[in-house]
């Protein structure tokens, strides 16, 4: 478990409520942990896809005949399992954090604590890195993610220094961002903007929450009745998406009621939202934001 270390592990595959000869999709596969946990489930009759678009993910399958990883993003679930052969399934995981591995390795670019070139992207095929939003966008969409993404209050004058100090210099490292919004860092608190500016950016380079919005509204079709989803995530803006559309099967607005009242929705809650234990948390410190939220297909 040196590549990432899986949060609230026997929680999120225990909510699945595995079949011994079901097919099961483990979206966020990273360092396999997970996937390893549901296997350990299954009897030779059963499937496990995975899904990650990151290669150094991907380095990691596992050797087993019930396995198959799938070198793509999971806003792609439906399709890539079509081509499977697979269009129903009993049971969807997904944990929306970055791994472990793409923070400690200096130059993805995700860390705050490394001096590295601005990257941030989880499939390095893709063009848009962190450094071409830095230096490229307009400032009246840089404020946007720092509002929306980083929930930032100083979005604007952030959004407004950047693209005043990128004119007489291009903003390369994740050092350079630092210095150029150094004076936005008050003492004490330093940590805390830099990671919400750093999420927001990279939430932008991977299009993330356009990615949940397509998964999710994928999985009503993909569940068989009583298939299960077990979704951990590390800030509000993934958790509320997730809540809304277990709660009501829309991210706004309720759903529509018949002619007596009564609604119809995919999905039904299953128990209360799950936090790691003060054990885990001390174990592991990134799971202390983690949280896991799981419900059944109707």
Same mark, same amino acid.
């Given at each position: 478990m040196e590549y990432h270390k899986?949060?609230?592990?026997?929680?999120?595959?225990?909510g699945l409520?595995?079949?011994?000869?079901?097919?099961?999709?483990?979206v966020t596969f990273g360092g396999g942990?997970?996937?390893?946990?549901?296997?350990?489930? =299954?009897?030779?009759?059963?499937?496990?896809?995975?899904?990650? %678009?990151?290669?150094? *993910?991907?380095?990691?399958?596992l050797a087993d005949e019930r396995f198959k990883l799938i070198p793509a993003n999971f806003r792609f679930i439906k399709r890539f399992l079509r081509f499977e052969g697979v269009k129903k399934v009993n049971g969807i995981l997904g944990d929306f954090g970055v791994s472990s591995h793409q923070f400690n390795i200096a130059e993805r670019g995700f860390s705050t604590r490394f001096e590295a070139k601005l990257d941030m992207r989880m499939d390095t095929s893709v063009e848009v890195d962190a450094q071409k939003i830095i230096n490229e966008y307009e400032e009246k969409e840089l404020r946007k993610i720092f509002w929306e993404y980083g929930e930032l209050k100083n979005a604007a004058k952030l959004a407004k220094e950047i693209v005043v100090k990128r004119k007489q210099k291009p903003i390369n490292t994740s050092g350079e961002l630092k210095e150029t919004i150094s004076h936005f =860092?008050?003492?004490?608190?330093?940590?805390?903007?830099?990671? %919400?500016?750093?999420? *927001?950016?990279?939430?932008?380079?991977n299009?993330?929450?356009?990615?949940?919005?397509?998964?999710?509204?994928?999985?009503?079709?993909?569940?068989?009745?009583?298939?299960?989803?077990?979704?951990?995530?590390?800030?509000s803006l993934e958790d509320r998406l997730v809540k809304r559309y277990i709660r009501s099967g829309l991210f706004e607005g309720e759903p529509e009621?018949?002619?007596?009242?009564?609604?119809?929705?995919?999905?039904?809650?299953?128990g209360k939202m799950i936090v790691p234990t003060k054990e885990e948390i001390k174990k592991n410190n990134r799971a202390r934001s983690a949280k896991l939220r799981i419900a059944e297909r109707i």
């Open positions: 899986p949060v609230l592990l026997k929680e999120s595959v225990d409520q595995v079949e011994s000869g079901g097919i099961y999709v483990d942990g997970h996937s390893v946990e549901i296997l350990k489930r =299954l009897d030779s009759n059963g499937r496990l896809y995975a899904f990650d %678009q990151d290669q150094d *993910a991907q380095k990691n399958a =860092l008050p003492a004490g608190k330093e940590n805390k903007i830099l990671a %919400q500016v750093f999420q *927001a950016i990279r939430i932008e380079v299009e993330e929450i356009e990615a949940l919005k397509e998964f999710l509204t994928q999985t009503e079709d993909l569940l068989d009745p009583g298939g299960r989803l077990s979704l951990i995530s590390y800030h009621k018949d002619f007596y009242g009564n609604v119809s929705v995919p999905f039904k809650k299953i």
